[in-house]
């Protein structure tokens, strides 16, 4: 089974807000495995119109990557990033070729 990635891009308008956005998100990250690949470090823009932090996280599947999105804990996170912050984010599968 491939696994699931959330891409996400954000622009980031009141850190010290977004930090409470960090800690509602963790517990819903361990209940379902997640790994951060990218999480906010230096980048280059190449192409497109680039925000200023850029997160990957891993999961063993899509349907996990879709299950914590979904779930109770992190939609109280997301609506905490919402207030603080404006992003871009998708649910991607990975690649087993």
């Given amino acids: 089974m491939a ?3 959330w891409i996400a891009r954000v622009d980031v308008r009141d850190p010290e807000g977004y930090k409470g956005y960090v800690e509602a ?3 819903a ?3 379902y495995g997640a790994t951060f ?5 230096a980048f280059e823009a190449l192409e497109g119109i ?6 990957v996280i891993a999961f063993d ?5 879709k299950a914590c999105y979904n779930s ?7 609506a905490i ?5 404006e992003a871009d984010m998708i649910i991607v599968e990975g690649y087993e070729g």
């Fill in 61 to 65: 599947s899509v349907e996990t990557a």
């Fill in 25 to 27: 998100a963790a517990p």
């Fill in 3 to 5: 696994k699931g990635y």
């Fill in 29 to 31: 990250f361990r209940e």
């Fill in 81 to 85: 990033r919402q207030r603080y912050a």
């Fill in 50 to 55: 680039a925000r200023s932090r850029n997160v």
């Fill in 37 to 41: 690949l990218a999480r906010g470090g």
């Fill in 72 to 78: 109770e804990q992190y939609q109280k996170a997301k």
